[in-house]
Every structure is written in structure tokens, then in C-alpha cells.
């Protein structure tokens, strides 16, 4: 899932909220108790009726009504809706900080208690959807994101390029592939939330991956560090071999660039694999981790992830009841199954294996060598956002109007206006 937060103009976002009013959580007239269900994933719609088509199924008199919204504005067109009556009974929710503001505001119901399949879930699955004051759990996880390379297999047969071990390797692959007309990596740098992943997908072992975590959390290095200042270099460094155009993309025009064969590899996240494959159903997929960059302090590629979306209820829902049986249902093997089969997702239910071998290959890889997304899991408790000022950063260092020294600069001024090191 899509880890970023919306930056949408209210008045844009207080239309769609009113507009969701007019079919938000009421009876069918048939008797049924309609639940509101909101989401930011609108390329899910189809996969998630035939989800919840299997919940009605086995829980008449129960529907769900899903509506989508465009990610950019979801944040702010659920804050809105939250505080009206016409809001969603359950709603997708953003992870780790992201969270914060709507269980301060009172808006969610904690489930500890209420919802007893939690159990189903490792105690790390739920650090995303936890309050970080009260420690209650506010949401049913959905799934695990990883972030990884994607390469177009036809395309590497063609030109003789192999999946990578070394970085050099990588880049002689490229240079290969700019050489006949075919763009190496296809990136978005309008989507500014996509800028960060890309840095600790290709940049993560220069700074130290999670070693580098626990000395930032502990007050033993800042985002000054040398090595972190080199790590956002690396991007300055595989510039060449992004599209020309890149600052003008977006995610759908990036992932449209690759599937249709004009481009050989993409930065992307588990959760693009469905969308991938819907633009292109022929495309035959591999992915890989970007071998250590030069100079890295770890020696062996690493996985991106994090926990991502989850669950919650309403604090207003009318119908509690009903919307704690949906989200027990999302406990089980069923629906974590059905994320894995259906949406093409990595389910954190317990005993839930992914159907897809591409999926199978990213949690294997996470398992064995992981590194947090930093920004999202440590650095959106306060504002402003550590991955904010990272995404604006890079953006800014990309387009030559900073250099990695400012970026890392103003990362560090940032966040030190409200992290303190434990």
C-alpha cells in the first residue's frame, strides 16, 4: 500500500467528504445493515468487492458498501468525514504516525478487547496500528509492504542483462539498456512520497540500514551523518539512467512506462503488483534488491518493508456491531487469504502464505535481510514529517537546487523540532 500522506486543497477534500455523506452508513431498505467502508486504493475496487462478497456471503444481512478515494486526498478527506455524520463506519488507515492525529482526536475505537482475532497477528504486525501514548491497537493490519526492484525479464533476455549482484554490475546493465533506446529505471519524482523509498531501496546499505535505526533513535547519530549525507547522493548518482522526464511522472505514468516494455526495471512496492500486471497481463516479472551501493557499511543487499494499512472503526459508526464482525472477519485466515490471492498483497495473518511466487521471493527477502522505511515507521510522530522533508529534500537535491549536505541539513532541523532520541 501506498505509504504516503495526502497534501489535498480542504475544499476539494470537504466536497468529496459531502458528496460521501449522501451514501454513507444507513440501512438498504431491505433490511440489511449497510457498512461504509473508506479506502484510498481505487485501482482495488473490483478486488475488494469480490473480498467482501465472500464476507456477505457468510454474514447475511451484513453489506459493505466500499468507496475508493485518490490517495493525495484521502487524509484529508477522512479527517473531514470523521467529524460529520455521513463518515465511513470502517476506514483504511495510514501506519505508525500517520495514525496519531485521529486517535488523539477521539475518532477511533480502540479494539483491544473487542476484536478477538487480534491474536492472529504477531505483536510487530500491530506496532503499525498501535497508539503511541496508550498502547491500544486501533486497527486490524492489513498487510506488509516491501519495496524492491522490479525488472522486465524479456527485456534483460534481449539485451543480455542480468540480474545484478554487484552495484557496478547494475550499472553496466544500464548502460546497456540506455544504449539501445531502453530507459534502465522507470521513476516518478511527481509523486514526491515515491522519493524517499527509492533513496532507502538503492541507498539503505550505505547508511546502515537498521544499524543506522537504532543509533538515530538512541541519539548516537543525526541525518548529518556522513554516510546518511552519501546515501542520499546515490540517487544523484543513477540519475542518468532515469527517465529525462522524471520530475514531470507520476506512479501510474511511471508503472505505465515499465509495463509496456519502454522501460527494463522499477523502484516499486509489493502492493504494485496487481496494477503492474493489470496494464500488462503478458508482462513476465522478476525482482532483485539493489546490490550495496559504493562505500556501503553493509555488505549484502537489503529489503525495504514495513507494516502497512489497517482497519478501524468509527468512534460515530451507528452500526458498532456489525462493523466489529467485519473486522474480526478480517482476522481470519479467509480474508488474509483472500488479500494474498485476490488483491495480491502480503496478508500478516498468521499462517497465510502468499499465492503469487513474485510475492513469496519479496517476504522471503525481507525475512532474511530487512531495513525499516525509516521515515515512515520512526519519523511521522510529529511535524513536520520526516519523510516530508526528505521527499521535498531530494526532490529539491534532483533538480539541482540543493546538494546532499543542505537536504540532510534541513532532514536533521526538521525533525529536531520534535524528536527526541530515547
Not at 455521513?86 to 495514525?99: F, S
Not at 519479496?362 to 520512526?378: G, K
Request: hydrophobic residues 40%.
Amino acid at each position: 500500500m501506498r505509504p504516503h500522506r495526502g497534501f489535498a486543497v480542504l475544499a476539494v477534500a470537504a466536497s468529496l467528504a459531502a458528496t460521501a455523506a449522501c451514501t454513507a452508513t444507513g440501512s438498504s431498505g431491505t433490511g440489511d445493515v449497510t457498512l461504509s467502508l473508506w479506502s484510498w486504493r481505487p485501482e482495488d475496487t473490483a478486488a475488494y468487492r469480490q473480498i467482501f462478497a465472500a464476507f456477505e456471503k457468510s454474514h447475511p444481512g451484513i453489506k459493505v458498501d466500499f468507496k475508493a478515494y485518490k490517495s493525495t486526498e484521502y487524509n484529508t478527506v477522512l479527517s473531514t468525514g470523521l467529524t460529520q455524520s455521513g463518515g465511513p463506519d470502517v476506514m483504511q488507515l495510514r501506519a505508525y504516525g500517520g495514525l496519531q492525529p485521529l486517535i488523539e482526536a477521539g475518532e477511533l475505537v480502540a479494539l483491544d478487547g473487542k476484536v478477538a482475532g487480534l491474536s492472529n497477528f504477531e505483536t510487530t504486525s500491530l506496532e503499525g496500528a498501535r497508539g503511541k501514548k496508550d498502547s491500544k491497537v486501533y486497527g486490524v493490519p492489513l498487510e506488509m509492504s516491501t519495496f524492491q526492484i522490479y525488472y522486465n525479464k524479456d527485456l534483460f533476455s534481449r539485451y543480455g542483462v542480468q540480474p545484478p549482484v554487484t552495484w557496478e554490475q547494475m550499472l553496466t546493465g544500464a548502460r546497456t539498456l540506455l544504449d539501445n533506446n531502453v530507459t534502465p529505471f522507470a521513476t516518478a519524482g511527481k509523486d514526491t512520497w515515491l522519493l524517499p523509498l527509492y533513496d532507502d531501496t538503492f541507498a539503505a546499505t550505505r547508511y546502515g540500514g537498521p544499524a543506522f535505526e537504532k543509533k538515530v533513535l538512541a541519539g548516537q547519530a543525526t541525518f548529518t551523518d556522513p554516510d546518511f549525507v552519501a546515501a542520499l547522493d546515490v540517487l544523484n548518482q543513477l540519475k542518468p539512467y532515469f527517465p529525462k522526464d522524471m520530475m514531470g511522472l507520476g506512479e501510474t505514468e511511471a508503472q505505465t512506462l515499465f509495463a509496456t516494455g519502454k522501460a527494463a526495471m522499477i523502484p516499486e512496492g509489493s502492493f504494485a503488483l496487481g496494477p503492474l500486471q493489470a496494464i500488462n497481463p503478458e508482462l513476465e516479472l522478476g525482482v532483485f534488491n539493489a546490490p550495496p551501493a559504493p562505500g556501503a557499511v553493509v555488505t549484502k543487499p537489503l529489503q525495504v518493508g514495513w507494516v502497512d494499512a489497517s482497519y478501524g472503526l468509527n468512534a460515530k459508526s451507528g452500526h458498532q456491531k456489525e462493523a466489529l464482525e467485519l473486522l474480526q472477519w478480517m482476522t481470519t485466515t479467509e480474508f488474509g487469504q483472500l488479500v494474498a490471492d485476490t488483491l495480491k498483497q502480503v496478508s500478516l495473518v498468521k499462517g497465510v502464505q502468499p499465492g503469487d511466487p513474485l510475492l513469496g521471493q519479496m517476504v522471503q527477502a525481507y525475512r532474511s535481510n530487512p531495513t525499516p522505511y525509516l521515515m515512515l515507521v520512526n519519523f511521522r510522530y510529529g511535524t513536520p514529517l520526516g519523510s516530508d522533508l526528505q521527499a521535498a529534500g531530494l526532490q529539491k537535491m534532483l533538480l539541482g537546487q540543493q546538494n546532499p549536505t543542505q537536504v540532510a541539513g534541513d532532514i536533521q532541523a526538521g525533525v529536531s523540532q520534535w524528536f527526541k532520541p530515547q
